[in-house]
């Protein structure tokens, strides 16, 4: 696509058809250990069976947390934008979709890891859609720009999301839309072992980090296996809900991190707890920090907000 180069004003370094250079990697310790995370990460993933299961669930998901519901919300919506940025692209499954959704519109995926390269190979033949490796904190995007931003679960893991969303803001046009995902900070038990974790984790082989993963999926799979269900008292002091909960579901949200899920499988279920626990930037928020953040950085109150266990979102303008 030729619009490619016009939208940089920085030169990217085209390596193939669909895939282009910006930055190989971060200078900074705890970006290059997440980028190092996720090349790990991505290519296991890659070559995992479950992996397009894993992706449909995701898109699933995706629906629900902004909003859209339909796949057919999702492209009116998307027809409706020329420029699309998929920020911490992955894989590239969300590019790829958005892109078959608007055939008119330009993806762009961006990531910082070798998720970028594996995606250009995947999604070759989609003639509206590239990939660019580098850092979404400092894009080479000209001014004002993109029509779309879609940046899920990722923005936690940059270097410092107050600089990416500046970053957002500045690349993006005044009827621009960003759709944003952001770690919500859950009971205090798990918030200290996570917090804890994080210092811990740079000192941690990558083999050991994988081992932990696959004895926490154990872990998960075996109270899940329980099903049992234990009527939880409210704990406000350490932010426990109280109410039926499964066993599982109880020590997953309040303790520990040990996912499982039946439908995704013994590998997934590793990667996604190997996910939680590797990359060192994991930044989390309370509801006020997250709207607050978004303000600070010159967005205006969401047009769409959502709050999951896991997560918050939101739909925003620039102010
Ligand atoms: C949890 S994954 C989410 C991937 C994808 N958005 C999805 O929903 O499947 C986080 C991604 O953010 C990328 N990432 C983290 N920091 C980044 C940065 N500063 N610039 C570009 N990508 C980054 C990682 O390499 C990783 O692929």
């Known amino acids: ?66 909003g859209f519901k339909t796949e ?62 580098g850092d979404i904190a400092n894009t080479g995007f000209n001014n004002s720009v993109i029509d779309y931003i879609s940046c899920d679960q990722v923005l936690q893991h940059t270097e410092s999301p107050k600089k990416t969303l500046i970053e957002f803001n500045r690349i993006m046009n005044n009827q621009g839309e960003l759709a944003v995902y952001v770690y919500r900070k859950k009971a205090l038990p798990r918030e200290l072992i996570d917090t ?3 210092t811990e984790t740079k000192k941690i082989s990558i083999e050991q980090k994988v081992k932990m993963s696959e004895q926490l999926t154990v872990l998960g799979k075996r109270l899940a296996a329980l099903n049992v269900e234990i009527d939880v008292p409210e704990i406000p002091l350490l932010g426990i809900k109280g109410g039926k909960q499964d066993i599982q579901r109880f020590i997953y949200w309040d303790f520990l991190k040990c996912f499982w899920n039946d439908e995704l499988g013994h590998d997934i279920s590793v990667s996604t707890n190997f996910d939680w626990y590797s990359p060192s930037n994991a930044a989390r928020y309370s509801k006020s920090e997250f709207l607050k953040m978004l303000l600070d950085t010159k967005f205006k109150s969401p047009s769409f907000f959502r709050e999951e266990e896991a997560c918050y979102t939101a739909i925003v303008k620039k102010s």
């Open 1 to 66: 696509m030729n619009i490619i180069k016009q939208l940089f004003k920085e030169n990217l370094i085209q390596n193939t058809k669909n895939y282009f250079v910006l930055s190989e990697d971060s200078d900074d310790s705890n970006q290059h250990q997440v980028n190092d995370s996720y090349d790990f990460q991505w290519k296991l993933v890659n070559e995992t069976k479950e992996r397009d299961t894993a992706w449909s669930f995701q898109k699933k998901w995706y629906l629900e947390l902004y």
């Open 72 to 133: 057919e919300n999702l492209a009116k919506f998307l027809q409706t934008k020329k420029v699309i940025l998929d920020a911490g692209c992955g894989l590239g499954y969300k590019a790829a979709w958005f892109a078959e959704l608007a055939p008119n519109s330009c993806i762009i995926g961006i990531d910082y890891s070798d998720g970028a390269l594996y995606a250009s190979e995947h999604f070759k033949d989609i003639e509206n859609l590239v990939f660019v490796k």
């Open 196 to 198: 804890y974790f994080r």
